[in-house]
């Protein structure tokens, strides 16, 4: 499975912006798909997860309300609906995925920068 972020940009705080993370490959064996972030000088910190087949989903509490995942099977496609930016949602958001149920996820694509502007 190859991933590719893409929809980030340059919004102001309180703006709402939608990324999507296209998957290509043998995404049958694809169990669930995450979006993360980090920003400069910090980790990679979890945002939200989506199993594949049930779409069942699982948030970061820090963002719990403002962002959604979903996804569409027919295009092969995660999204993460963020809303209500603000400028500490600054960073570069990646989407990966795991191949087994509660599984690290080893196939990350390239990443996507949000900025936000105060």
């Known amino acids: 499975v190859q991933l590719q972020a893409s929809g980030g940009g340059l919004v102001q705080a309180g703006d709402s912006l939608r990324l999507s993370c296209a998957a290509s490959?043998?995404?049958?064996?694809?169990?669930?798909l995450a979006w993360f972030r980090q920003a400069p000088g910090k980790e990679r910190d979890f945002l939200a997860s989506i199993r594949w087949s049930t779409g069942g989903t699982n948030y970061a509490d820090s963002v719990k309300g403002r962002f959604t995942i979903s996804r569409d099977r027919a295009k092969n496609t995660v999204y993460l609906q963020m809303s209500t930016l603000k400028p500490e949602d600054t960073a570069v958001y990646y989407c990966?995925?795991?191949?087994?149920?509660?599984?690290?996820?080893?196939?990350w694509g390239q990443g996507t920068q949000v900025t936000v502007s105060s």
């Open positions: 490959g043998p995404t049958r064996t694809t169990s669930g």
């Open positions: 990966a995925a795991t191949p087994s149920v509660g599984g690290a996820f080893s196939i």
